[in-house]
């Protein structure tokens, strides 16, 4: 399965409420004020969409959407 | 001197419209929500499942009402938290409330629920039951508990008073009105914010209810001969309360007067009404209002269409109103917008002060003819009729034998 950024970046913003164009890359979760139960929603959003599994433990709120969308990639089948 | 009790602002939401405007519009109209999803275009949504009449409510309007406010820090809302606070949104602003300091500190909000989410525990079960999947969503719990409406309303008005659900099956909100009015009476709070809500129009609920065996497959035909049983339907109402002096301080305009309140338990029977329970109800709440039983009243039943509950109250409402009962005029709006369950007592309550208000009482629809065993002065007319009482009395009866009632009167 193809995945582009876009699509990953689409989950977050639908599940976080927050428009897709305030993603930037180099925040965190916490700077975008997406709190751990947001960051939980997305978590079961991005697996039920694109069939991976992911450890929460992988990610806190001092993670950038750019750490969040490198570890979706690696764990989506090449 | 006990505090009186003034109301100050109505919003509703169910199968008849978003708003107390659409709503009476439909109810003046005579034109009733209850439907056939059978006989609507298909959708994908869930509820298509549902097959019988029933009265949904326009989720879309609901989001389109609240469109300009945040609601990002509530979470997911089940439409149970969707209807209530749309509801809750119109009672605040037209009691011109928003944004008031009094909404911050001696405020209660009191919401009745029958059942809670039943949309979000629906989704999560059917993953988990029926496409054996192992996690559902993170959400579920604070989505779906019953008290989520009240922590979604404390949010939207930023209310940091007491706050909580109350739950008596179909009796939830009467009793929610009801415990608020004694908390302004007894002044632990100024204001209050309380109704009810309900979304319990999913498959998984609809075969539950279906299975008690009380529900009818044509309409609801309150007190009509013929009448095959009750109409679920789904929705909220909410009325802002206060101390009259609160309102009178800050000019506010009083719609009317929740006077009276009356609360019992016939610890008889979990699904059949108690006659003894249901008159001692209302006698209460009419000797708590101080209003007579001969006094001209609208007389808003809970009125379900169901073989049993419709002669047991036909019978409390002769026992209690004797010789006086021709005088008064007696309703039953489930006929229009179906049993809210949680919600259906605010509702009918809200509808019934609007009608005292306006003069007209709403009518029985679906009716074919006289039941011997319930022969009341109902507004049959297919259109309202006029009336020109200033006391309103509102019943509900739960499962469980659960009973309240509330008596209102009009502004002066």
Redesign the interface.
């Known amino acids: 399965m193809t995945v582009s950024n876009e699509a990953i970046l689409a989950v977050i913003a639908e599940e ?2 927050l428009d897709a164009a305030a993603l930037r890359p180099d925040a965190t979760f916490e700077q975008l004020d997406i709190g751990s ?2 960051v ?2 997305t ?2 959003a991005i ?1 039920d969409k694109f069939g991976v599994e992911i450890d929460p433990d992988q990610l806190n709120p001092a993670s950038t959407i750019s750490d969040f969308v490198d570890l979706v990639r690696q764990l989506l089948p090449s | 001197m006990r505090r009186k009790v003034v109301l100050t602002g109505y919003g509703c939401v169910s199968g008849l419209g978003v708003g107390l405007a659409a709503t009476w519009r439909r109810m003046a109209a005579g034109k009733g929500a209850i439907r056939r999803l059978a006989d609507e275009p298909a959708t994908e949504a869930p509820a298509r499942r549902i097959d019988g009449p029933a009265a949904w409510v326009d989720v879309d309007a609901c989001r389109k009402a609240l469109a300009a406010e945040d ?2 820090a509530m ?2 809302l089940d439409p149970l938290s969707l209807y209530a606070l749309t509801a809750a949104l119109e009672a605040v602003e037209a009691a011109g409330l928003r944004g008031h300091a009094s909404l911050a500190r001696r405020k209660a909000i009191l919401v009745g629920c029958g059942s809670g989410g039943n949309a979000t525990i629906d989704q999560a079960f059917e993953r988990l039951y029926a496409r054996k999947l192992g ?1 559902v ?3 579920t719990i ?1 989505a779906s508990m019953m008290s989520a409406p009240a922590s979604h309303l404390a949010m939207l008005v930023g209310s940091h008073g007491p706050t909580f659900a109350i739950s008596s099956a179909c009796a939830s909100s009467a009793h929610a009105l009801g415990e608020a009015m004694h908390m302004i009476r007894a002044g632990r709070v100024d204001v209050a914010l309380a109704g009810g809500s309900e979304a319990c129009l999913t498959p998984g609920s609809w075969v539950a209810w279906n299975s008690v065996g009380v529900m009818a497959d044509d309409t609801c035909r309150p007190f009509s001969r013929d009448r095959r049983g009750m109409v679920l339907g789904e929705g909220a109402a909410m009325v802002v309360l206060e101390s009259e002096e609160h309102a009178k301080a800050r000019g506010a305009r009083v719609l009317g007067e929740l006077a009276g309140y009356g609360s019992t338990s016939d610890a008889a029977d979990m699904t059949a009404p108690d006659l003894n329970g249901i008159e001692a109800a209302i006698r209460m709440a009419h000797e708590d209002a101080g209003i007579a039983p001969e006094e001209p009243a609208l007389v808003s039943t809970h009125g379900t269409g169901t073989r049993l509950n419709d002669p047991v109250e036909a019978a409390a409402l002769e026992a209690v109103y004797g010789s006086a009962l021709p005088r008064h005029t007696v309703i039953a709006t489930k006929s229009a917008h179906g049993h809210l369950i949680g919600a259906t007592a605010a509702m009918e309550f809200v509808i019934g002060m609007e009608a005292l208000a306006r003069g007209l009482a709403p009518p029985v629809l679906g009716y074919l003819g006289t039941d011997p065993q319930c022969d009341l002065p109902l507004a049959l007319a297919p259109t309202p009729t006029p009336i020109d009482n200033g006391v309103l009395v509102s019943n509900s009866f739960a499962f469980g034998g659960l009973n309240a009632v509330l008596v209102g009167r009009r502004s002066a």
């Open positions: 976080s409420g139960l947001d939980a929603s978590l079961f697996e | 609601l990002r979470g997911q996690k969503h993170p959400q604070p």
